[in-house]
């Protein structure tokens, strides 16, 4: 599967943004898709997965009740709102997807990465 992100940009601090990735190359739906992040110096880092029906999904500490993963099978493409955007939260943001059957927190499980989008958080 190839995976595309987009939907980054440079918002203010308190702004909401959504990000999407668009999948291709295999039936979407057989896979379970994670949000990581990575910011200069630090490590590539969970943000959210979705299980593959989206019934399930699981957030890392520092987005709970900011940030929202979804996905539309139909279309393809999974999605990441972020509400409540803080300076912190700058980072290029990485979608990723996997067969796995059970929702996964670690980078090192996923087998596709996308490219990667760039969020910018001003103060």
């Known amino acids: 599967v190839q995976l595309q992100a987009s939907g980054g940009g440079l918002v203010q601090a308190g702004d909401s943004l959504r990000v999407s990735c668009a999948a291709s190359g295999d039936t979407f739906s057989n896979y379970v898709m994670g949000w990581f992040r990575q910011s200069p110096g630090r490590e590539r880092e969970f943000v959210a997965t979705i299980t593959r029906s989206g019934g399930s999904t699981r957030y890392a500490d520092f987005v709970k009740g900011r940030f929202t993963i979804s996905r539309d099978n139909a279309k393809n493409t999974v999605y990441l709102q972020m509400n409540n955007l803080k300076p912190e939260d700058t980072a290029v943001y990485y979608c990723?997807?996997?067969?796995?059957?059970?929702?996964?927190?670690?980078?090192?499980?996923?087998?596709?990465w996308g490219q990667g989008t760039l969020v910018t958080v001003s103060s």
């Open positions: 990723a997807a996997d067969t796995s059957f059970v929702l996964l927190l670690r980078a090192s499980n996923y087998g596709y």
